[in-house]
């Protein structure tokens, strides 16, 4: 059968005080529109992006040779360089977005729309209580995720202040935050939650415990280093402070040095583009082109745990001068596999025997 890209619908594998809930802050990132008539992002079909099943083989067919090999070469995906897929070995780069899940306002959808026509993925970080309520968001946040856009769980009430959501509440306080949200993104976006940021990254010892009792989280961003999930460091801030892009000369240097200082490492950045003004949106559209243009993979928290778990069981090999196995029979996760945009792409990819 023909393997089809990304955007083809496919469900998911798997404050002010120290009591405010986020019911306040809600007020300032919720988009000023109609609950059921907001704007909502449409992402394009990408010929070099898909989702490949465990326990499969794939021909990858090319209407040229995309590079010099004879056949009979064969890579691991922990190698892929000089492959067709050596796209995969680059550093990647992760958006956080931060404070979705109600109903998209012009920016949100000028944001998204953006990162995805540079080819890029967003992670939009869903607060659970905030869940729209109207069919056409819901679609469109389900749209997304099967689309690369990962959604993540980032608290279900968002409590900011002493006492926060994940910091000074309580274990029993933090598992049933953790317990309510997984339950909402089954139940009203369709989604299993596989990553987690913490509101305001705040966190304490109960929340790798809290953690660590719901295994689908594989992935927390800022977390503690310590966790035994995979915890993506926060090295650079594209924002000056919250909800305020920096200044793209400014940022051009922090990220010289921070590629200097961390030179395989993957690059977070944390966004609050629902509190964006019209100028933030433009600087920001720039400094994520730039990073593009260095040469920075766009990728989703989950999907780079996927493939960093299972890259050494993956093989590449050459069959012909325009065609190669990918055989991924060894391998137990789906994966999203990229080819580089701007090289050939497949022409054709099917499942083989």
């Not at 794939?58 to 492959?83: F, I, K």
């Not at 196995?325 to 025997?353: C, F, K, M």
Request: proline residues 8%.
């Amino acid at each position: 059968m023909t393997i089809p890209n990304l955007v083809q619908p496919v469900l998911a594998s798997r404050g002010i005080g120290p009591a405010l809930l986020y019911v306040a802050i809600a007020l300032l990132v919720t988009p000023a529109c109609e609950p059921t008539a907001g704007p909502v992002p449409r992402l394009s079909p990408k010929a070099h992006v898909f989702q490949l099943e465990p326990h499969a083989r794939y021909r990858l067919e090319y209407a040229t040779a995309p590079e010099p090999s004879p056949p009979g070469t064969e890579w691991t995906g922990d190698a892929l360089d000089g492959s067709p897929l050596a796209y995969m070995m680059r550093r990647p780069l992760i958006l956080k977005a931060d404070d979705f899940g109600s109903p998209f306002g012009d920016i949100d959808v000028a944001f998204i729309d953006a990162v995805d026509a540079a080819d890029g993925v967003v992670a939009l970080g869903i607060v659970t209580a905030l869940i729209a309520e109207d069919d056409a968001t819901r679609t469109a946040y389900r749209a997304l995720n099967a689309g690369g856009f990962e959604l993540w769980f980032h608290g279900h009430t968002h409590t900011l202040g002493d006492v926060a959501e994940f910091s000074g509440s309580g274990l029993a306080s933090q598992m049933d935050s953790f317990a309510r949200g997984i339950t909402a993104g089954r139940e009203r976006l369709g989604v299993e939650f596989h990553s987690f940021g913490a509101p305001g990254n705040g966190f304490d010892a109960d929340t790798m415990t809290a953690l660590t009792t719901f295994p689908q989280l594989v992935v927390w961003f800022f977390g503690a280093a310590e966790a035994p999930v995979f915890v993506l460091p926060r090295l650079i801030d594209l924002e000056s402070k919250v909800g305020v892009v920096r200044d793209v000369e400014e940022f051009s240097g922090l990220v010289e040095q921070t590629l200097a200082a961390n030179p395989t490492a993957p690059i977070t950045l944390q966004l609050h583009p629902r509190m964006w003004t019209h100028a933030d949106l433009d600087r920001a559209r720039t400094a994520i082109a730039s990073l593009y243009d260095r040469g920075l993979r766009p990728a989703a928290p989950f999907e780079l745990w996927a493939w960093r778990q299972e890259a050494a069981r993956v093989r590449l090999f050459k069959e012909t001068a325009r065609s190669y196995i990918l055989d991924l029979s060894q391998v137990e996760l789906r994966l999203r596999v990229t080819v580089d945009p701007a090289g050939p792409t497949p022409v054709r990819v099917t499942e083989v025997d």
